[in-house]
């Protein structure tokens, strides 16, 4: 198993500026969520991905937006960044079109800073 | 709609010593239930999950937790704490769809 791999692990952004993220999932697994977690929190899902469709979607506006590849490796975008979106960004592999029953596997995650 | 209150946000304990970190949660519908650790400066690890079946569930370095249905909580115990348990502690509930809701975590302090 080659497990989660989030890129990059740290970035810098201006407000307004626009951000993508990175991850290759676990492999075997074709479900990957994407957590945002801030700072003394726990994560908040954001979306999740099952076979390069969207199929679930937390409370997040539509600047946040997401990819999946058909080596299942996705990709989160954030535009208009706003300080709030500083946080760790967290993506999560798991098997299965709701991917709740194995429990997942986290990457370590990027730091975003917005300034 | 679901939620997950842990009860203590920062436990100290010395090594050595038995630890149980709190943990209730709110679902109308039968659910999942997961608890997790997060080493400074990194994701999230599983450490244990119940499905169904026992209520008692056994993780990884000596975790246990009890799913009691009654008390809606499940709470995580470890007889004996060493020092490299230093962690955060995350519960979490899913109930069969495509979010987990996450607590606010516990700070769990092991103490030489």
């Known amino acids: 198993e080659t497990g989660v791999t989030q890129s990059p692990t740290h970035l810098i952004k201006t407000r307004g500026q626009q951000v993508t993220l990175r991850c290759s999932s676990q492999?075997?697994?074709?479900?990957v969520s994407w957590y945002q977690q801030a700072l003394g929190q726990g994560p908040q899902f954001i979306f999740q991905?099952?076979?390069?469709?969207?199929?679930g979607r937390g409370n997040f506006p539509p600047r946040f937006s997401g990819l999946q590849f058909p080596n299942y490796s996705s990709e989160l975008n954030v535009n208009a960044l706003e300080l709030d979106d500083s946080a760790l960004y967290l993506c999560?592999?798991?098997?299965?079109?709701?991917?709740?029953?194995?429990?997942?596997?986290f990457g370590s995650g990027t730091r975003l800073t917005v300034v | 709609a679901q939620s997950v209150t842990q009860l203590d946000s920062q436990v100290p304990v010395f090594e050595e010593a038995p630890v149980e970190l709190r943990c209730n949660y709110s679902?109308?519908?039968?659910?999942?239930l997961f608890w997790y650790v997060q080493y400074p400066n990194q994701g999230l690890q599983l450490l244990l999950k119940?499905?169904?079946?026992?209520?008692l569930v056994k993780g990884i370095n000596g975790f246990e937790a009890e799913f009691n249905k009654s008390q809606t909580s499940f709470h995580l115990r470890k007889p004996s704490v060493h020092i490299s348990d230093t962690a955060e502690y995350f519960c979490?509930?899913?109930?069969?769809?495509?979010?987990?809701?996450f607590g606010a975590g516990t700070r769990l302090f092991v103490k030489a």
């Open positions: 979490a509930v899913n109930t069969g769809g495509f979010k987990t809701i």
């Open positions: 991905y099952y076979r390069e469709e969207e199929n």
């Open positions: 492999s075997g697994h074709n479900t």
């Open positions: 119940y499905l169904s079946g026992s209520t």
């Open positions: 999560a592999s798991s098997l299965g079109f709701t991917g709740s029953d194995y429990g997942y596997t």
């Open positions: 679902s109308s519908v039968s659910v999942y």
